[in-house]
């Protein structure tokens, strides 16, 4: 996935979750959006460089979108919605292995329990599916990457929910896509959010899938590359 043109600048504070006030490099002082409702704990901080984009949209009151954040020279894409864009665009070009052979992919269909499931993989021939759940990994923690950043009784719901799609009779993947580019392992934060730790080991006992992939990320575009392990 390509970026639009992208402005750099230095962060000089995030507030309000979705709030952040940057100096970019031509001096002027924006307030961008910040797509990101997790802690982004090792992922920004004052004064570390910073890349938006500009959207010339009348309905917007925030002209301005925080897409990456530079730490420790290693870049990290902080808006997490692009997770389900680069993954969607990898299952379409053969990128994820383990996801090819549907013959419809339908983004952010309703399921569960007033949910949605960011990818539904259907088979024409055999009326199988394929329930994709996609979470965004940007934390950094000690020498791992890890997943979740803060408590998510969220997360937790829509691991519960992928087990009952698997009590129904089908497939459901739990997808982890790294948007950072740090190459290091991977794991669930247990010492973060002890119960979706817990919940976690539990599904995919009963049949939930895993999925890791590492993501290339550049000033120009970034794209899923290539699979990880889980650690333990």
């Not at 960011?118 to 990457?145: G, W």
């Not at 190459?183 to 899938?209: L, M, N, R, S």
Request: proline fraction near 3%; charged fraction near 30%.
């Amino acid at each position: 996935m390509k970026f639009d043109k992208l402005y750099e600048g230095k962060l000089i504070k995030r507030y309000k979750r979705f709030l952040a006030d940057i100096k970019l490099d031509t001096g002027e002082e924006i307030t961008a959006h910040v797509p990101n409702s997790g802690a982004m704990t090792s992922c920004i901080e004052q004064d570390c460089p910073v890349w938006v984009t500009y959207h010339d949209n009348p309905k917007r009151k925030l002209k301005y979108t925080l897409e990456l954040t530079q730490m420790e020279n290693n870049l990290i894409c902080t808006n997490t919605t692009v997770a389900n864009k680069i993954a969607i665009e990898a299952i379409n070009n053969g990128k994820i292995k383990e996801l090819q052979g549907y013959d419809s992919l339908k983004p952010e269909q309703k399921y569960g329990k007033n949910s949605r499931i960011d990818i539904l993989l259907e088979s024409d021939h055999d009326n199988k599916k394929c329930y994709v759940e996609i979470k965004s990994v940007s934390l950094k923690l000690d020498d791992t990457l890890a997943f979740p950043d803060a408590v998510t009784s969220r997360g937790t719901k829509h691991l519960n929910e992928l087990r009952d799609m698997v009590k129904e009779g089908h497939r459901a993947v739990m997808l982890y896509v790294i948007q950072r580019t740090d190459d290091k392992e991977f794991k669930i934060a247990k010492e973060i959010d002890p119960k979706y730790y817990e919940t976690f080991q539990e599904v995919i006992q009963e049949g939930v899938e895993v999925i890791v992939y590492q993501s290339s990320i550049s000033k120009k575009e970034i794209n899923i590359t290539k699979s990880k392990m889980l650690s333990n």
